[in-house]
């Protein structure tokens, strides 16, 4: 396997199981309509992570790729902002994993941004 393929599948495992461990996070969320609401929000923003990195690895062209990679940066830097709101609404009381999780929103949203930055540079 190249080191391309590598990474490649580091990435679909780092993003699958960050939906995971989102998932299980807001199911520890104290109960409130308001948990309930932003618990739906995150884990369709952490699960859609995920679900798009693998689209655009199976992407058809290098635009397919590009417009992926940029919905996988929207999505993870979304679930950045609704683990800072579950914070300063204090919904939770685990905030060590919380702040597990905030650091591993930030991690995927810095790589793939990085990502994305190459691929635009190389068209220009």
Known sequence: MTEKQEFIERMKHKTKTFAVEVISFCNSLKSS???SVVSHQ???????????YRAAC??????????KL???VEEADETKYWLEVILEA????KSAFLNKLHNEANEITKIMSSARN?????KS
């Open 33 to 35: 309509r308001a948990s």
């Open 42 to 52: 995150i884990i369709r923003s952490a699960t859609s992570t995920g679900a798009n």
């Open 58 to 67: 199976k992407a058809r062209s290098k635009k397919e790729f590009f417009s």
């Open 70 to 72: 940029c919905i996988v």
């Open 90 to 93: 204090n919904l939770s009381n």
């Open 118 to 122: 190459s691929i635009y540079e190389s």
